[in-house]
């Protein structure tokens, strides 16, 4: 299957965390979007990897994604070995993405950059013919997507472009919220955790604000370019206010 965007996070939850309103946004605009958590979450403080697991999957529906998979590699020994790379690189070769979106390398969970280094390497190293992958014993064409975006977790960075999800974001709340064991849930009986404070849902709401209105809009969503973005017209860029 052909799609437009595949977005990986570390763990189930971080692409809702990161960039949920703009993957709500591209298939209410018609592309195709696939998730794929590298991890289960197993070592997690709260919840198990079965409930992380059914919250993933509530969350991919209300995003409206079709699939999602987890690699089942090891949570916090997200290794940049050629086992781990193999396994992402045939997801991508399987999907053929135009685009990749995958945590930004700066910040405070080691998963977190680990994960970026082992996407922007099965980014590059798809594209490679001699690097031999196979499905269903079928040997894979090279594929590399024409460019990366990464998100936001904790830890900020200056954006390349922030994207309007001003329209979305009521889908981008309910995806987040999905994750009762992670988030705020005053019925909960496991150990508080910076993610469960009701501050910290707050605190999303708010940096969503803060990235709309930047561009002059209610919610925006940063995301970074490794390369400088082109146009040939300075008017294709949308000037949402002055």
């Not at 195709?32 to 059914?54: A, F, M, P, W, Y």
């Not at 064409?141 to 974001?169: G, H, Q």
């Not at 910290?200 to 930047?214: H, M, P, Q």
Request: with cysteine; glycine share 6%; aromatic share 10%.
């Amino acid at each position: 299957m052909k799609i437009d965007v595949l977005a990986v996070g570390a763990h189930p939850d971080d692409v809702e965390l990161g960039c949920a309103g703009t993957v709500a946004k591209l298939i209410k605009l018609g592309y195709k979007v696939v998730i794929v958590d590298l991890t289960e979450g197993e070592l997690g403080t709260r919840g198990t990897k079965e409930i992380r697991s059914r919250e993933a999957a509530l969350a991919a529906k209300i995003l409206g994604v079709k699939t999602r998979l987890n690699l089942n590699l090891q949570d916090t020994e997200i290794e940049n070995n050629r086992i781990n790379l193999l396994k992402l690189i045939k997801v991508i070769r399987k999907y053929k993405p135009e685009i990749l979106l995958f945590p930004h390398w700066h910040d405070r969970h080691p998963d977190h950059t680990k994960a970026h280094q082992l996407c922007k390497e099965a980014w590059y190293y798809s594209g490679l013919a001699n690097i031999k992958t196979t499905e269903n014993t079928k040997v894979q064409e090279a594929w590399r997507p024409l460019t990366y975006f990464n998100f936001m977790m904790k830890l900020e960075f200056i954006p390349s472009i922030i994207i309007d999800i001003s329209d979305v974001y009521h889908i981008r709340q309910k995806a987040v919220k999905a994750y009762k064991s992670q988030f705020y849930n005053p019925k909960s009986e496991d150990p508080e955790t910076l993610l469960s404070k009701k501050s910290f849902l707050e605190f999303l709401d708010i940096r969503a604000k803060y990235y709309g209105n930047l561009i002059g809009v209610e919610y925006g969503e940063p995301l970074y370019s490794p390369k400088p973005l082109g146009v040939s017209n300075l008017f294709d860029l949308k000037f949402l206010y002055r």
